[in-house]
């Protein structure tokens, strides 16, 4: 059989989103790929030096993704606060944390979910987003929304929470853990499962490390990266967060670094909410920022780093903002060659990739 060219992309039922690859195939194996990103450009980063005053930049940069607006939003509001020297009290810092390891959870789930979707267990997607809604619920109950919650605030949270609703969120998370073990079980055992995830996909440590991967993608090749245990933005240890590795570099080890992850911030939401410092919500903000930093933060995709510079205007003169998933796509293009073309849906998504973050 000769070559034929089969696009995958910029719209796809498995991948939804304005990336395109364009795959050269012999006999099913893909043997030569094009990637083409940037089919959409929203204007967030102009914004952010235009339209927007420093106050409303938490409100902006949450929408550069939806999954992980808190994460973007925190970000911002670690740098603004660098510059205008503002000291949050503890119990901001660990709702924080908690509102970020909730998000992480979602995210994760959702990420694996389209996994199972993808290689052709519509049951076990749906058993993956149905265990989800938990801390959908409790996102919703702490934030007031369920997707763009607009929580982190320069100077502390937009809202406190009181002893029913850490009731409430423990309740919740203890169901979403015993759900979370039983289709990880289910990941680990059925034997089919694992023909279309197992050694699909293998990035290797070097390999990992030399393409500088983020996030679970570099963990579960083994390379010991993540933000949290690096960058000293929130006391993410004194809560029991612990690096979640795997070494097996595939399909099947991305999707289980990201259980062992939600496991993690199952139990580190669990004790922030048992051991909640007393203090306000919210600190006294003065001025206006000045000068420039860099902030680094982990993403549920990993790595997101934001460059701010500000003059002590009410408009910021750079926001600069690279995103996990453009770190990632220069390896995703690599795994591609000499894969299968049935396989090619399993690994783009076991990259969980996010190209309305990207497109920023």
């Given at each position: ?6 696009p ?5 039922v498995?991948l ?22 940037g ?97 959908m ?11 763009q ?12 929470i ?36 197992k050694g ?62 939600v ?48 003059s ?49």
């Amino acid at each position: 059989m000769g070559k034929i060219v089969v696009p995958f992309g910029s719209q796809h039922v498995a991948l939804p989103e304005p990336i395109s690859f364009l795959f050269d195939t012999e006999n099913e194996i893909i043997t030569k790929v094009e990637a083409h990103i940037g089919y959409v450009h929203r204007g967030i980063e102009k914004a952010a030096i235009t339209r927007f005053e420093y106050t409303q930049l938490p409100y902006l940069t949450a929408r550069v993704c939806g999954l992980c607006s808190i994460t973007h939003a925190g970000a911002v509001v670690h740098g603004i606060e660098k510059l205008m020297d503002i000291e949050v009290n503890k119990r901001i810092d660990y709702l924080r944390m908690l509102v970020v390891e909730l998000d992480r959870i979602h995210s994760h789930m959702l990420a694996n979910g389209h996994v199972a979707e993808v290689v052709g267990y519509e049951n076990l997607f749906m058993q993956t987003f149905r265990a989800r809604e938990d801390v959908m619920d409790v996102l919703e109950r702490i934030t007031g929304n369920r997707v763009q919650y607009d929580y982190q605030t320069i100077g502390g949270v937009a809202r406190d929470i009181d002893l029913e609703t850490a009731e409430f969120a423990k309740k919740k998370l203890k169901k979403l853990k015993d759900n979370v073990l039983k289709v990880m079980e289910f990941h680990d055992s059925d034997y089919t499962f694992g023909l279309k995830t197992k050694g699909i996909g293998v990035i290797s440590k070097e390999m990992a490390a030399k393409y500088n991967t983020a996030g679970p993608i570099a963990r579960a090749s083994g390379l010991e990266t993540d933000v949290r245990a690096e960058f000293d933005y929130l006391p993410f240890e004194e809560v029991g967060y612990k690096m979640q590795l795997r070494h097996e570099g595939d399909v099947w080890a991305r999707n289980m670094v990201r259980f062992d992850e939600v496991l993690n911030s199952i139990e580190m939401c669990e004790n922030i909410l048992d051991n909640l410092p007393e203090g306000e919500h919210q600190v006294k903000v003065k001025g206006r920022p000045k000068g420039e930093t860099v902030v680094r933060v982990e993403a549920p995709r990993g790595e997101c780093f934001y460059y701010l510079k500000a003059s002590g205007k009410k408009v910021m003169d750079r926001v600069r903002i690279r995103v996990p998933t453009y770190a990632n796509i220069p390896i995703l293009k690599e795994l591609f060659l000499g894969a299968k073309y049935s396989d090619a849906q399993a690994i783009v998504l076991s990259f969980d990739p996010c190209m309305s973050c990207t497109a920023r």
